[in-house]
């Protein structure tokens, strides 16, 4: 299994931008595809975006494609997910969550990502 720890939320104006990172330990980093998910109080869980476990195939939301840009640092064991131009609708725990390469490749499914991060806050005021 990997443990997934999240660090870079906070409180930003909108118009603002924030960095996320999800930091892996406990198994083989690159063996494991990483999505970031989000879900605002009394809503549904969103996808926003994923990356390959090689970090060439990348996939976003709609509502995030061209302001959000997730990468990842195989040297650092870490998945960063930088967030330009945030606006309320933004704001909600974003989580992170890896599923292993050989599961299911659909990656905007929460239901295929067996293991998951904390979870961070995202709060963008107006």
């Known amino acids: 299994q990997v443990q997934l720890v999240q660090s870079g939320g906070g409180l930003v104006q909108a118009g603002g931008s924030l960095r996320l990172s999800c930091a892996a330990s406990?198994?083989?980093?690159?063996?494991?595809?990483i999505g970031w998910f989000r879900q605002a109080p009394g809503k549904e869980r969103e996808f926003v975006t994923a990356?390959?476990?090689?970090?060439?195939?990348?996939y976003y939301a709609d509502s995030v494609k061209g302001r959000f840009a997730i990468s990842r640092d195989s040297a650092k064991n870490t998945v960063y997910l930088q967030m330009n131009s945030l606006t309320p609708e933004d704001t909600a725990v974003y989580y992170c969550?890896?599923?292993?390469?050989?599961?299911?490749?659909?990656?905007?499914?929460?239901?295929?990502?067996?293991?998951w991060g904390q979870g961070t806050q995202v709060t963008v005021s107006s």
């Open positions: 990356i390959s476990r090689s970090g060439t195939n990348t």
């Open positions: 406990g198994g083989t980093f690159n063996r494991y595809d």
């Open positions: 969550a890896a599923k292993s390469f050989i599961g299911p490749s659909f990656f905007s499914s929460g239901t295929n990502y067996p293991w």
